[in-house]
């Protein structure tokens, strides 16, 4: 990929240090989860198995990939990157089992924001929202059969409230972003304006500096042949007059 955002040139870059914050926070859960060896076992049937190296791994390739992003108008390169965001992700998620499956929805409808327009933006964010709100029934048909006693209408609730809460969170974000990205570009747009405005300022005082310097050599031009247009007048009288008294 050519013509990479690095840290230097970040659009926004409180933004990528909050998902710098994000990974470190999911790296520490699954370093915990590593090596925290619980002191009893759970009831039957078990939970799926978690893979804390898979997902580490995951998480490190995730954000060395928010170091670069494609920023030229290439399409390839920007479906290329997002579809390794979303490997890594459902690796994560489906394979790893990941707990902070969220932060890293989160992440990508950010980084998505800075590569794709409305539509596309909009499509990522119903993808990040479908995979949050089937990874939800997933834990909780699991909280079901390990604790048969709580009431279905709780765990329905359980669903309902947190895919909510997390489609808001996504509509925030989407909406924090666009508003940062259009107060950016109106200050580029702005900039570029001051920048034309001093090159036509420039341009017209050289202009201004050039008619002045055309005016005052006119005027000695003016000046000096009528000087000596007179000059020559009194000497071919004074030759005239010489040759008639000498």
Request: glycine share 2%; proline share 6%.
């Amino acid at each position: 990929m050519r013509n990479l955002i690095q840290i230097r040139t970040h659009p926004i870059r409180f933004l990528l240090y909050f998902e710098w914050i994000l990974l470190i926070l999911m790296a520490l859960v699954e370093i915990i989860t590593l090596y925290l060896h619980p002191q009893f076992k759970p009831p039957m049937p078990m939970p799926p198995p978690r893979s804390p190296i898979l997902n580490l791994f995951c998480i490190a390739s995730f954000g060395a990939m928010g170091l670069w992003l494609p920023t030229r108008d290439n399409w390839i390169d920007k479906i290329i990157y997002t579809g390794s965001e979303i490997g890594l992700i459902l690796l994560a998620s489906f394979v790893g089992h990941i707990r902070t499956l969220p932060l890293l929805l989160i992440i990508l409808v950010i980084r998505n924001c800075f590569l794709f327009k409305h539509q596309s933006r909009f499509i990522l964010t119903i993808f990040s929202f479908i995979l949050f709100l089937l990874r939800e029934i997933d834990r909780v048909q699991h909280i079901a059969l390990r604790r048969p006693f709580i009431v279905p209408e709780r765990l329905i609730y359980l669903v309902l409230s947190s895919t909510i809460f997390f489609g808001l969170v996504l509509i925030f974000l989407q909406l924090l972003v666009d508003a940062v990205l259009s107060e950016r570009y109106s200050r580029e747009k702005l900039a570029k304006a001051n920048a034309q405005l001093r090159q036509y300022a420039l341009r017209i005082e050289d202009i201004a500096t050039l008619q002045e310097r055309n005016r005052i050599a006119r005027d000695i031009h003016d000046s000096l042949g009528h000087s000596l247009t007179v000059f020559n007048l009194h000497l071919e009288a004074a030759l005239r007059l010489w040759e008639s008294e000498p």
